[in-house]
Nanobody
Framework: VQLQASGGGLVQPGGSLRLSCAAS????????MGWFRQAPGKEREFVAH????????SYADSVKGRFTISRDNAKNTVYLQMNSLKPEDTAVYYC?????????????????WGQGTQVTVSS
């Protein structure tokens, strides 16, 4: 599976962005998908995940109520809608794919990673 993330950019506080992650391969629908982010000088952290089967989702507490993850298996794409953005959301955002993922927030559970897209929230 190859992943290509896009949609990042510069946005003012309170603004919105939608990230996309396009996946190659015909088995996309069988992968759990996750979004992670990494700010300068910090470790990569979990943002959200969506399961392959029933579309179950989970979110980091810091983004709950502001971010929404979704997937379109027909388009082999997963999305991250980000609203009410804050300066502390500034980071490189990565999409990831894994099978048999149990610990959704753990980076080692995901075998495939996209290249990352920069999100900067600043006035």
């Amino acid at each position: 599976v190859q992943l290509q993330a896009s949609g990042g950019g510069l946005v003012q506080p309170g603004g919105s962005l939608r990230l996309s992650c396009a996946a190659s391969g015909r088995t996309f629908s069988s992968y759990t998908m996750g979004w992670f982010r990494q700010a300068p000088g910090k470790e990569r952290e979990f943002v959200a995940h969506i399961s392959w089967s029933r579309g179950m989702t989970s979110y980091a507490d810091s983004v709950k109520g502001r971010f929404t993850i979704s997937r379109d298996n027909a388009k082999n794409t997963v999305y991250l809608q980000m609203n009410s953005l804050k300066p502390e959301d500034t980071a490189v955002y990565y999409c990831a794919a894994g099978r048999a993922v149990i610990a959704y927030g753990t980076t080692s559970e995901y075998a495939y990673w996209g290249q990352g897209t920069q999100v900067t929230v600043s006035s």
